[in-house]
């Protein structure tokens, strides 16, 4: 079945640093989403990209979707020790159900 | 109004014997997915109700593995004959007009 890719699996990132986490699809999705997972806890979403090209800043959070809506990004400025978990995405295909990615687990360094 | 909610939070089972997870989902949604997440793993989808539709079982592992959903609103996930590879977390996530709200998860451990 369609998936999307997450690069990288797992992210060490020092404290107050930037850090990018990238979405990939083979074919065109229908929309993308992103969620966050605290240790311990339970995915929480983050927010849905539905247009190409389309740019969504959350505070520290810019969410980019491609222009050929088949890749996406989360890119974090000045990384705090509250950013810890792992960041997944879930893309759509048509009206087929939502598909999770792997997931980029991101360990902050004080 | 509440969130999804899941019981029991932690089932602790011994192998052979069937378990039973519930999830509540939130008043209204049409569609209700499991998932599985072993420790430090990704989500493995088992299986998706969608309104009246037949559900999606693509991701059910193995034939011990059933799931109900009744009314359109609460779901149960039925493990039988379980082994100690089904140990994991088992997520229910509920959805409306695409976002997924997630549950707290069952913890299952099999002795």
């Known amino acids: 079945g369609q998936q999307v890719m997450q690069i990288p699996q797992y992210q060490h990132v020092q404290e107050g640093e930037d850090f990018t986490t990238y979405c990939n699809s083979s074919?065109?999705?229908?929309?993308i989403q992103w969620y966050k997972q605290r240790p311990g806890g339970h995915p929480v979403f983050l927010i849905q990209?539905?247009?190409?090209?389309e740019v969504k800043k959350q505070k520290r959070l810019t969410f980019q979707f491609g222009e050929a809506k088949k890749n996406s990004s989360l890119h974090i400025t000045a990384t705090q020790t509250t950013d810890v978990g792992t960041y997944f995405c879930?893309?759509?295909?048509?009206?087929?159900?939502?598909?999770f990615g792997k997931g980029n687990q991101v360990v902050v360094i004080p | 109004g509440a969130g999804v909610s899941q019981s029991p939070s932690n089932k602790v089972t011994e192998k052979g014997k069937d378990v039973e997870l519930r999830c509540d989902p939130i008043?209204?949604?049409?569609?209700l997915y499991w998932y599985r997440q072993s420790l430090g793993q990704g989500l493995e989808f088992l299986i998706y109700?969608?309104?009246?539709?037949?559900?999606?079982k693509s991701g059910l592992p193995s034939d011990r593995f059933s799931a109900e959903r009744t009314g359109g609103s609460v779901s149960t996930l039925t493990i039988q004959r379980t082994q100690q590879e089904d140990s994991a977390v088992y997520l229910c996530?509920?959805?409306?007009?695409?976002?997924?709200?997630f549950g707290p998860g069952t913890r299952l451990t099999v002795l």
């Open positions: 990209l539905v247009k190409s090209g």
């Open positions: 879930a893309g759509r295909w048509g009206n087929n159900r939502l598909a």
């Open positions: 074919t065109t999705l229908s929309n």
């Open positions: 996530a509920s959805s409306s007009r695409d976002t997924q709200y």
């Open positions: 109700f969608q309104g009246n539709s037949a559900p999606d």
């Open positions: 008043s209204g949604h049409t569609a």
